[in-house]
């Protein structure tokens, strides 16, 4: 099982690009990695996937090097609603989609 | 679409009794995931059904949690009896396919032993 290290906390600002990092060291050739986002009393909620290079969607980016042991997450310009722990998972493609959440990083925007 | 629908929301209950929890994944989903959650740990997969055939239960405590998958849609988590370590947010989700797949998360029941 592909394991994800991350940042417990971050702190930033509004306004600010943030970028989360993870690391995943023994990711298999067909993973692919995600990451979700959680809200207090929520459930996480699906952020973007990437496999390789870079993934863009309307609210995040996705930097995968070449040797795709880790991933980077972007949100630019983060508001207070960013508020949130992101979590960095990389799925078992031949296993059928296994996740295995990590601790996830607690992000915290201020004003 | 409409998200994954669970109930209740909330449910207290005392060691050794019984408790249920069900989910209604979004329409066409053919994999269904539970998960626990602790405060302040990530989700920990439970169960994961591909339509009414489990997948991969080897993290259900099987002496004392239950869970189906009636026809592929609906599906009932069952905790019989509870231990306080059960104290958590049971969480339901569901996607289109069997890997690689976003899932698509309800907002859970959060259940307390008293």
């Known amino acids: 099982l592909a394991k994800t290290t991350q940042p417990i906390s971050m702190d930033s600002y509004e306004g600010q690009e943030v970028n989360i990092t993870c690391s995943h060291n023994?990711?298999?050739?067909?993973?692919?990695i995600t990451w979700y986002q959680q809200f207090p009393s929520q459930g996480p909620r699906f952020i973007i996937q990437?496999?390789?290079t870079k993934v863009t969607n309307e609210v995040a980016s996705l930097f995968i090097p070449a040797d795709r042991k880790s991933s980077t997450l972007s949100l630019p310009r983060v508001s207070l609603s960013d508020t949130a722990v992101y979590y960095c998972?990389?799925?078992?493609?031949?296993?059928?989609?296994?996740?295995?959440f990590g601790q996830g990083t607690e992000l915290s925007v201020k004003p | 679409e409409a998200g994954v629908a669970q109930s209740p929301r909330y449910k207290i209950i005392e060691k050794r009794q019984s408790v249920a929890f069900w989910c209604n994944p979004i329409?066409?989903?053919?994999?269904l995931y539970w998960y626990q959650q602790i405060l302040g740990q990530g989700p920990k997969l439970l169960i994961q059904?591909?339509?009414?055939?489990?997948?991969?239960d080897s993290q259900l405590p099987k002496d004392r949690f239950s869970a189906e998958r009636l026809k592929g849609v609906d599906s009932t988590l069952k905790i019989q009896p509870a231990k306080l370590e059960d104290s958590a947010v049971y969480l339901c989700?569901?996607?289109?396919?069997?890997?690689?797949?976003?899932?698509?998360f309800g907002d859970g029941t959060r259940l307390s032993i008293l």
């Open positions: 989700a569901s996607s289109r396919g069997y890997s690689n797949q976003p899932q698509h």
């Open positions: 023994n990711i298999a050739t067909n993973d692919y």
């Open positions: 990437g496999y390789k």
């Open positions: 998972l990389v799925g078992e493609g031949n296993q059928g989609g296994k996740l295995i």
């Open positions: 329409s066409g989903h053919a994999t």
């Open positions: 059904f591909q339509n009414n055939g489990v997948v991969d």
